[in-house]
C-alpha cells in the first residue's frame, strides 16, 4: 500500500511516519514544504493550498493521512488561516481519486 502522509515534517506528521514506515508492506510519501532532513526517499514538497500541487503530490496514493497545516496562528490573518487549514485543495481531491482509505486529522482553525 503506498501511504502519502501530508504534513509529514510537522510535529504530528514526524511521528505517523515514522510509525507507518515500521508497518509491513507499506510505502510511505512524505509531502511538505520543509526540508526533509535525512529522508530524502519518497519525499514530495508541494504547497498544500494550490490544486496542481495537491494533485501531483497525491499521484498514486492508496491512502492519504493529511496533516499539513499552519500551525502558529500569529503567522497569517485568521480568514487565511481558516481557508488553508479547512478548505485546502485537498478537500476537492479525495472525491474524484477513489481512495481505498483515507485518514483526516482535525486541526484547530481559529482561536
Known amino acids: 500500500m503506498r501511504l502519502v502522509v501530508t504534513g509529514s515534517r510537522g510535529l504530528i506528521g514526524r511521528h505517523v511516519v515514522d510509525y507507518a514506515k515500521t508497518q509491513a508492506g507499506v510505502e510511505v510519501i ?37 496533516l499539513a497545516a499552519i500551525r502558529d496562528h500569529g503567522l497569517v490573518p485568521e480568514p487565511k488561516l481558516f481557508l488553508d487549514n479547512v ?19 482535525c486541526r484547530r482553525a481559529c482561536r
Not at 87 to 96: D, G, L, Q
Open 87 to 105: 478548505t485546502t485543495p485537498i478537500t476537492s481531491w479525495k472525491p474524484r481519486a477513489g481512495l481505498a482509505s483515507s485518514g483526516w486529522s
Open 30 to 66: 512524505g509531502v511538505d514544504q520543509v526540508y526533509p532532513g535525512d529522508w530524502r526517499a519518497n519525499y514530495r514538497f508541494a504547497d498544500m493550498t494550490d490544486l496542481g500541487q495537491v494533485y501531483s503530490a497525491l499521484a498514486g496514493a492508496d491512502a492519504v493521512i493529511h
